[in-house]
Every structure is written in C-alpha cells, then in structure tokens.
C-alpha cells in the first residue's frame, strides 16, 4: 500500500505562482510513476503532469512551460511548480502514483486562482 498526501494549495492571483508537494509513504518503491490530477467544479479529471521512476517527465499541453514537476526521492517527495497561473487553473489538484497494477490518490488540494 502507499499514501500519498498532498500540501501547499491556496489562493492566489493571475500570474502568481504556487508549489504544490506530495508526500508518498508506504511501498513507495514500488511506484513507477507519480504525478497530478486536477478537477475544477463540473469537469472531469484531467492530467497535469507526471514523473517516472527513471525521471521521464510528460505535461498536459495546457500547462507546458509554466507548471513544473521535480522529484526528491531522498524526501519521497513529489512537487508541482506553478508558475504564471490562471484562473482557468483553479481546480482540486490530486496527487498520483502507480505501481503497474494499482492507482493511488491523494485527498487533493485546492487551487483557486482569482483576483
């Protein structure tokens, strides 16, 4: 089993920045990919990004060059750099791992970007 645990959201301006962190406890070795979801109100899940255990990295077209993903794997760690956010950004942010046959969710942390 594995946990994931999300911090760091908030409210924050247009073109502000947030960093978003996620915690892995458990089996964590065994995960060969970790990443983030969103979900803004109406809409359905969507990928933002994800990060493999050999450090291949892949973005949502939506949030190229602005949202960056990092890895600390000394910390267990995942974060989620957001840079020039806008409010179409706004969303619950769900922390991800898989382990090739089971999916982990974090409880998600809310992002509203509004000025």
């Known amino acids: 089993q594995v946990q994931l645990v999300e911090s760091g959201g908030g409210l924050v301006q247009p073109g502000g920045s947030l960093r978003l962190a996620c915690a892995a406890s458990g089996r964590i070795a065994s995960l060969a990919l970790m990443g983030w979801y969103r979900q803004a109100p109406g809409l359905q899940r969507e990928l933002v990004g994800t990060?493999?255990?050999?450090?291949?990295?892949s973005y949502a077209e939506s949030v190229k060059g602005r949202f960056t993903i990092s890895r600390d794997n000394a910390k267990n760690t995942v974060y989620l750099q957001m840079d020039s956010l806008k409010p179409e950004d706004t969303a619950v942010y769900y922390c991800?791992?898989?382990?090739?046959?089971?999916?982990?969710w974090g409880q998600g942390t809310q992002v509203t970007v509004s000025s």
């Open positions: 990060i493999s255990s050999g450090g291949s990295i």
């Open positions: 991800y791992g898989y382990d090739l046959r089971t999916n982990y």
